[in-house]
Structure formats: C-alpha cells, structure tokens
C-alpha cells in the first residue's frame, strides 16, 4: 500500500547524509516566554506567522485524545502537518483546523490506530484537501479505522509507512523517525516515535508509547534529546520513565489530557517526575490548547487559559475498552477471551452500557462489569 512520497519531500535514508548535522550540539541559547493568551490572540499570532518564517506547534485541547498542528512558514509557503486527528465521538479537530482557515494538509499522521489518535482522519479527509497520510503499518479491526483507510482509498491520498532511521528534510524542518523498528501485540507501544529540529529547537513526539517502546528507542542510540517533549500516553505512569525523561532531557514537557478524565491523567508519579527535574509541565486539561512558537532559535509558550496542574490524578487507571488489548480486557469481569475478540470487534463504544451489544452480555452481566469499576471509555 505504501506510494511514493511527495515531490517537495526529500528522503535521505541514514543519517550518513546528514554527517555534517550535529543533532548534538544545541547550545543553551533558547529562551523561554510564557504568556497568557485567549483565543483571539491566538487568532492574532497565526495571522503574524503567516508573514514570518516560523514555526508554530499547536498542542490542540481535544480532552481525552491527541491531535498536534504544526503550520510551517519558509519561503511565504505554509505548510500544514497533523499528528494524530483526536477523538471519534467529537469534531474538535476538524472545528479548529476551519477556525485556522486551513484547507491544505500536507502530511497526516497517525502514531497508532486506538480511536482516540485516528478517529477523526475520515472527517479530515472528507472536510480538507489531504496530500499525504503515515502511519505505522498496524491494522485494527474498528469501524474507525476501516473508514479512515476507505477514505484514503476513495481520495487517491498518497500513503506512507515510515521505517525507524528515515529522515525526512520539509522545508528547514528536519523529521527523524525513531520507532517502531518492528510491529508488537501492543498498539501502544507500536506508535510511531519522532523527532522534530528547527533550527535550534527540536521536539519529539511518541503517541502513546509506553515503557517497552522507550526503552527500544534508547537502546537504539538515536539522539533523543528535545527542547519540546509530548508526554507519552497523555501523562500515565506508563511511559515517560525517569531514564528515557533523562536522555531527553527536556526544557518543557507537555500533555493532551481530558478534564476529570477517569484515568488520572497526568498521574501524579509523572507529575511528580517531571517537577523533580524542574521542567515547566503544560496540559491541555489546565491549560486549554498550547503553542510553541518557535523562529529556530527561540520560542515562545502561548496558552489558551490560564492554568495551575492540581495533584487530583491518583488512583488506579481504568481499561478503556477501546483501545486496551485482548490480554488486558480479560481482567474485566466476565470478559474472557471469547467475550474480548468480540468486544474488539464491535469497537468503538460510545458507553461501557454498549457492551451489551455483546451478544451474551446482558443486564446482569453489565452490572456486573459497571460495579467493578474497571471498564471505561475514552483516551
């Protein structure tokens, strides 16, 4: 299924090409500015980009889920890429890439198939000219993504599966594909791991890669380190380890995380991680959608509101029955591996209350599964 990449990209396989680029030696020269701002400054910053050659990250509020807008400004050209396009059940991402009066896409990302990474990529498709879609080559079995692939299919969109080591030059910002080097069981840590520079300034984004992926990245060698850190998994103590924190290294971490969401998000061992090393840390629960605004030298944090990070996320993370595997479900009451391959199947809900659309799952048995208190929907 993989085509060939567009004419304006340029892929250099190894970083063989790019000897004479040290990724190594970004100089303690970046300035941080925070400031408050609310939507209509917002407004106002993105109507200045567009005369400036700059790049502007927007970490966009999706509550429980994940989409990231990168607008590149070189040349009086912009270009616009998407990570991962949010929630199923909503239209927020669709509804501010309108108010940002794009109608051009230039790649679309997509780190991991869960609903909650792919699951407006059909309305973004139907709704914007869409150039170019990657993923990671994993398949799923839900109504969301078999629409997501109808939708490519239908629209002729170029298709493309980066492999760990591409590197890919668009415009003067550089992507490194860090992970996955091969498929796992896990969809989580199967996400697509990159690594963004800007001139002086780079990011690094990992979707909701967990332990077991970060440690197969640092394992790898590969240059990690990253000004801009988008916390793995919304902030669970299930990525974003003390040693893969340390490779990267980071001035300012950042999270897309639901407000009151039932897992916990961020946990408070993340929390507590990242205040430990004295990182300004960012949410999208807190502080609504945040922008990096970056010249390749210095950037600036803008945030939609206001926010204080409270230390209420405690407690045991429930099992989203739209993302969690087969293995994982069965710690569900009554779910045993019959009842989870029907589950996937039938994914995504919109309620745990959906699960009776299992057949065999009726009222008793959904009672059951509700007071227990470990099946939940969403992120």
């Given amino acids: 299924m993989r085509k060939n990449i567009v004419a304006y990209l340029t892929l250099v396989i190894g970083l063989l090409i790019f000897s004479g680029c040290s990724h190594d030696s970004i100089e303690p020269t970046t300035k941080i500015d925070d400031k408050e701002i609310d939507n209509s400054d917002i407004q106002k910053v993105d109507q200045q980009a567009t005369s400036q050659s700059t790049l502007k990250v ?17 040349q009086n050209e912009t270009m616009n890429l998407l990570i991962d396009t949010g929630d199923w059940n909503a239209t927020d991402v669709v509804t501010y890439l309108y108010s940002k009066n794009i109608k051009d896409i230039d790649i679309v990302t997509v780190t991991h198939p869960h609903a909650d990474h792919i699951g407006q990529l059909e309305k973004i498709i139907e709704g914007f000219s869409v150039t170019e879609v990657w993923m990671n080559g994993e398949t799923a079995t839900s109504q969301v993504f078999a629409n997501s692939l109808e939708a490519i299919e239908k629209r002729s969109i170029d298709y493309y599966e980066p492999e760990v080591g591409d590197v890919f030059d668009i415009g003067p ?21 990159m690594r963004l520079q800007y001139g002086e300034i780079s990011f690094l984004f990992t979707g909701d890669a967990e332990q077991l992926a970060e440690n197969a990245i640092l394992a790898s060698g590969a240059n990690i380190q990253a000004n801009i850190l988008h916390l793995g998994h919304h902030g669970s103590n299930t990525s974003s380890t003390s040693d893969f924190l340390q490779a990267v290294n980071p001035e300012i971490a950042i999270y897309s995380a639901g407000v009151d969401n039932s897992y916990g998000h961020p946990d408070v061992e993340v929390v507590d991680r990242i ?21 390749g030298k210095t950037y600036t944090v803008m945030t939609q509101k206001q926010g204080t990070l409270s230390q209420q996320s405690v407690g045991k993370s429930c099992l989203d029955i739209n993302t969690a595997n087969a293995e994982e479900l069965q710690e569900i009451t009554h779910i045993g591996p019959a009842f989870a391959k029907a589950l996937i199947e039938l994914r995504p809900y919109r309620t745990v209350d959906e699960l009776t659309n299992i057949k065999g799952v009726g009222p008793g048995r959904l009672h059951d599964i509700k007071s227990q208190g470990l099946a939940c929907v969403g992120g």
């Fill in 275 to 295: 205040s430990e090393r004295d990182v300004p840390l960012y949410g999208t629960d807190t502080h609504g959608t945040i922008i990096v605004e970056t010249d």
């Fill in 173 to 193: 910002l550089e992507i490194t594909i860090l992970h996955p080097d091969s498929l796992t069981g896990n969809t989580n840590n199967n996400s697509l791991a």
């Fill in 58 to 74: 927007h970490y966009i509020d999706v509550g429980q889920a994940d989409a990231t807008l990168l607008q590149l400004v070189d």
